[in-house]
């Protein structure tokens, strides 16, 4: 009966694939004639490499092949009596591609298109502090009856209500990207009952099979960083996820950094609510800050630009500490900080967010998210602010420590990508922004413009349009052209106390890119064309400052990549300043790894930039400071010269294992000379000068900093950093005012299993110099030391809910209550010579309590 059946089976093969076999063919050769099925691994990566594996597959003998991208798994359908499975293995590692046991060539690898390359894929995929996607990776196992751990080999992985799957290899080994759509992830396999558990974050699992039939013991085992430091790219980038934004409110950008030991984020005066960032040692008019790469705010925005971005809009951010990509402007000097928004085609479709503080400050968020057909995408994200208490004043000295208002903005994007090469991104932002402040019984319906009480006024309106398109060649992914382009207009209408500040700055940028590679992907470039163009028009009291700056520029950068061990990034740019005429800006990034997981890397480059010295330095409207001009010239911003400055770094990036878990090391040092500079000179009192520099200026700075998980869900960071910032004003090299010399910082992140988190921070602030006041009357001056203090701060979350998932959290800052007394000079008498609002080293409020609640869908 059985040798019947294989007759049967034979036959039916005979006709329909035109397979002669002879009537006195034994059952061996007939079960070998046959179609037989195998499944085996073999690495890849995109749409091409599927191509390419499957036609190398193909031949004399093979009824069937198919390559799973996912899985990674060929599922191939041939006759072993017509070809051996060994000869189409080795037709698809000629082709490039790796076997479980057999390699390619790598020059026939490095032949392949940069989207092919899987072997620098497979390596982030397996790096946990260098996945820019996020992913679920783990083991599935079986227990047997004497309590052995097997591997089970095709295993179904698939998240819940979803198409997307794959299947465990030979080891139990999967790797399953997350999706925005799912968060309940179905593991299945033959014999057992399938089983659903939720993932909320990017982990490695633990999954074993049980011999009862039932799926056990899911365990985590340890999830990404909730920021990192991109281990393969030549510029150090340090990304800040999500998950790192929860750790505090986080109601817009400046108070996203509270948990990051780089940047210091401070007032700016103790009257405008206004915050700056600090980094290696330099305010932030030296950090340039963009948005998905596009300009952020600058110019006239540079006071409240930080408090413009609100903290539930923002995907990731990207730090990157000295001179950064020429192909990204040459304006970066201390570092460049890019901020990535929630995009229209990922991501939840609704997040709402709602946070209410013991101040009286309410924020409500609303991020909506839909796609409009298969090719079109469309984002709304909403922001509202207000505060109306204005009675908060921790010093007592009649001030409102915060300005009342409200402050609404908007971004309306729409996102289009045809899969076959072309994408696009446009839209709209608006930013309304009322404030008033000043002595807490000022009235600015009786008040405004009196001498008897100190008030302030802002009223800022901001709109923005943006667009990007793009084109990938299919079949040469590795080279693309895309165009950038927005256009801002700002408007801002502001009294302070008697001093008039009204201003307006319209700008346009473009940016042309065209990459490609020069023989191979081990040498890559990107050229391009860029236009800044700004018209300032500021009156200060009675005297108009206007200027129209354009600079067009052409750049080039060189990424040469000779293996995983080294690589440089070499660029150059070319611009023409039509105030300040042509200058080249050189920037090199070289990347070194001796040892796995041990990083080297050095960077140099030159930056520049036009002072905007009222909006930088509200000190100037928030004081009876008389503003001086020193050396000004015709044709000039305000008559002064272009700030440049050389920065030079080094940094190491070790990681290792610490209580058998990973853990990592970075120290980096950084040194920065300005060859010019716009010198803000407060060491006159009653007085601010600018001039040009006449002397050394220069920064130092240095930093360590330790992460490691000492306990399952226990995440450590310790840190410490020195500056040595100094500026000559006035032929005398002094250490810049109001920048710590020795800071620490300490946060611990706590995660249980049923989605408490826990998150303490505190910081130490070195002594800080302040400028003389020595001139002044007695009960005006101020030490010439700011004494040290620590910042702490804690926050509590609890999320609850799948698909639909709510997050409540509380949290308080500034837990010691520790603030600044007499922060504001001759507060009294706000009409009087000796008034300044502009000497804070501190905080300027007290602890604060806060509660939100926030809920996504799916």
């Known amino acids: 009966m059985k040798k019947n059946i294989y007759w049967i089976i034979a036959l039916l093969f005979m006709f329909s694939n035109n397979a002669i076999i002879a009537q006195n063919t034994t059952e061996k050769q007939i079960a070998d004639s046959i179609a037989t099925t195998v499944q085996f691994r073999v690495e890849g990566a995109c749409e091409m490499c599927k191509e390419r594996i499957e036609e190398a597959a193909k031949g004399k003998g093979v009824q069937k092949v198919d390559w799973d991208i996912a899985s990674k798994m060929l599922t191939l359908h041939y006759f072993p009596a017509l070809v051996n499975i060994n000869k189409i293995k080795n037709r698809i590692v000629e082709a490039g591609h790796d076997l479980l046991n057999k390699k390619a060539k790598d020059n026939v690898y490095n032949e392949l298109p940069e989207c092919c390359h899987y072997r620098e894929q497979d390596k982030k995929a397996h790096d ?86 039932q799926l056990q013991n899911v ?104 001179v950064g990509s020429v192909a990204n402007g040459f304006e970066s000097i201390a570092g460049q900080i890019n901020v990535e928004l929630k995009k229209p085609a990922v991501g939840e479709r609704l997040l709402a967010n709602i946070y209410i503080n013991e101040f009286g400050k309410t924020d409500l968020n609303l991020n909506l998210q839909t796609k409009l057909s298969e090719k079109w995408s469309a984002g709304l994200l909403l922001h509202d602010n207000f505060l109306n208490n204005s009675n908060i004043d921790f010093n007592k000295d009649g001030f409102r420590d915060l300005p009342t208002g409200n402050q609404f903005s908007m971004v309306n994007r729409y996102q289009y990508n045809d899969s076959k090469g072309w994408m696009a991104q446009m839209g ?23 001498n008897s009480i100190y008030g302030l006024g802002i009223n800022t309106n901001r709109y923005e349009g943006f667009a990007k398109i793009g084109y990938v060649f299919p079949q040469k992914v590795y080279k693309s052209i895309g165009l950038q382009i927005a256009a801002i207009n700002h408007d801002q209408d502001s009294y302070f106390g008697k001093t008039i500040y009204n201003a307006n700055q319209k700008s346009l940028y473009s940016n042309l890119i065209y990459q490609s590679i020069i023989g191979n992907t081990n040498h890559k470039f990107r050229t391009g064309l860029s236009l800044q163009h700004d018209n300032y028009n500021e009156l200060f009291n009675t005297t108009n400052y206007q200027r129209t700056e354009t600079v067009a520029g052409v750049f080039f950068e060189y990424t040469y990549t000779a293996s995983e061990k080294f690589s440089v990034v070499a660029g150059i740019r070319g611009d023409n ?49 008389q503003l001086n001009i020193i050396g000004a010239t015709s044709g000039k911003a305000y008559g002064l010269d272009p700030e440049i400055a050389w920065n030079r770094g080094i940094s190491f990036d070790q990681s290792f294992r610490l209580f058998n878990r990973k853990a990592s090391l970075a120290i980096d040092y950084f040194r920065n000379d300005f060859t010019n500079q716009v010198v803000t000179d407060l060491e006159t009192t009653n007085e601010i000068r600018f001039y040009n520099l006449n002397g050394k200026s220069y920064s130092n700075s240095f930093q360590t900093e330790l992460s490691m998980e000492p306990i399952s869900q226990l995440e450590v960071k310790l840190a410490y950093r020195f500056f040595d910032v100094k500026t000559t004003y006035s032929n ?26 826990f998150n303490y921070t505190i910081t130490y602030n070195g002594q800080k110099r302040i400028p003389s006041t020595l001139s002044n009357p007695i009960q005006f001056q101020r030490e010439a030391m700011s004494p040290d203090f620590y910042l702490m701060a804690a926050q509590i979350s609890k999320t609850v809910g799948k698909n639909k998932s709510m997050d409540f959290y509380v949290g308080a800052e500034n837990l010691t209550n520790f603030f600044q007394q007499g922060v504001i000079v001759s507060a009294a008498n706000p009409f009087s010579p000796y008034f300044d609002a502009s000497l804070v080293w501190g905080p300027i409020n007290g602890r604060m309590l806060y509660a939100g609640w926030r809920m996504r869908l799916k």
Not at 160 to 188: A, K, Q
Not at 251 to 273: H, I, M, Q, R
């Open 219 to 322: 365990t985590v085992t340890n999830s990404r960083r909730s920021s990192y430091i991109s281990t393969i790219s030549p510029i150090r980038s340090e990304i800040m996820t999500a998950k790192e934004l929860l750790k505090a409110a986080c109601c817009n950008l400046s108070e996203s950094f509270e948990t990051n030991p780089s940047v210091d984020v401070s007032y700016n005066d103790a009257v405008t609510g206004s915050k700056q960032i600090q980094l290696l040692g330099l305010s932030g008019n030296y950090t340039q800050l963009t948005v998905e790469n596009l300009p952020g705010p600058r110019g006239l925005a540079t006071p409240l630009g930080l408090n413009s971005i609100a903290g539930p809009w923002i995907e990731s951010i990207q730090l990157t500490k000295g």
């Open 732 to 757: 005398q090299l002094l250490q810049k005012p109001f920048v710590s010399q020795h800071r620490a910082f300490l946060s611990l992140d706590y995660t249980t299993g049923n989605n408490w988190k």
């Open 128 to 213: 946990a502090e260098n996945i820019n996607t996020d992913e679920v990776r783990g083991i599935v196992l079986e227990a047997d009856k004497k309590g052995q751990f097997n591997p089970l080999y095709q295993a179904s992985i698939k998240w819940l209500n979803t198409e997307r799957g794959v299947l465990t290899d030979s080891l139990g080994y999967f790797s399953i990207p997350m999706t925005s759509s799912s968060n309940r992830l179905i593991i299945s396999y033959i014999g057992y009952k399938s089983d659903t558990f939720t993932v909320e974050n990017p982990s490695t699992l633990k999954v074993i099979l049980a011999d009862d039939q």
């Open 577 to 625: 300043n039509n105030l300040f005429g042509a200058f080249l800006t050189p920037r090199l990034h070289i990347r070194y790894e001796p040892f796995k997981g041990s990083i080297f890397r050095i960077s140099a480059g030159r930056g520049q930039r036009t002072a905007n010295i009222f909006a930088e330095n509200t000190g100037i409207l928030v004081s009876a400071r």
């Open 428 to 450: 709209i932002k608006v930013m309304k922004d009322n404030k008033t402040g000043g002595q807490t019984s000022f009235d600015p319906k009786q008040h405004q413009n009196s």
